[in-house]
């Protein structure tokens, strides 16, 4: 009898302690989940902040700038006056853009020469020279591209050539229309991938032997498609084309491809890439 009556007094403190465990864990939840909110609420309320200081007059910004500041504001204007022969027109729009950066980091404590790591002269020269950030092309823009530029090369090269071959000879070559589209893809796909691949960082590429090994499967199998697709029994679904409707066709290639670069600005990857090497070496 007393070993039942230990054993339940036992069972009611350890249910106890559970409850007194469960009641310690949910206050911590609690405390941690005031903590987060409050973390929350102070990053929404600094971002609000921010916004308002964007959205402030710049005359106003001018009024708030910390002596420290104020002296780093001035010596710049006066660098963009003197050493890169800015009118007092461009000084104070240039100027009136980074006032909103300085005083958010002004409020936490940055002056602006912690915040830009640059002298005066030095922050000057790169408002006068702005860097031209690099577009993010997107790659299926580039595949679409590279397309179009094999549409128009391959349905040119082709229209003409059968244009001065003899009928036999025309008969012979002529070339699909499935075929030309899925080779002018295939082929729009391979390049925009080089192009990607060739401009990373050694570090971060695929090894050449694993792309020159893809490079080949892929010539190999457009190819094999260009032979298949030639054959009699697959005419009646890929129709050959008249070396007229290649070259009108290489023509609308051409044009279309030329507005889109415009439209979405197109810029091949390898070009750009060589243009910033360029433009860092001017510098130095």
Known sequence: MDSKKEQENENLQNAAKDEKSQETQNSKNQVASASQQAKLKKKAQQADHEEDIK????????SKLSNKNSDYVFRLEKFLLDNENFSMNQVEPAIDNI???IIIAQHKGI?????????PSQKAHELAHPKAKPVKQNFWLQVLDSSLF??????????IVELFSGPKAQKQGQLGIITLIVLVFGLGILMAYYNNWIIKPKSDRQPTWKIVLGGIGAVILMFVWVTATSLKPVAAINPPLNPWVLIVIAAIAFAVRYYLKKRYHIVDPVRQARMEQARQRDEK
């Open 99 to 101: 006032l909103p950066e």
């Open 55 to 62: 959205n402030t007059d710049p005359k106003e910004l001018r």
């Open 150 to 159: 094999y549409l128009a090369l391959f349905g040119g090269l082709y229209g």
């Open 111 to 119: 002056p602006a020469s912690t915040l830009y790591q640059m002298s």
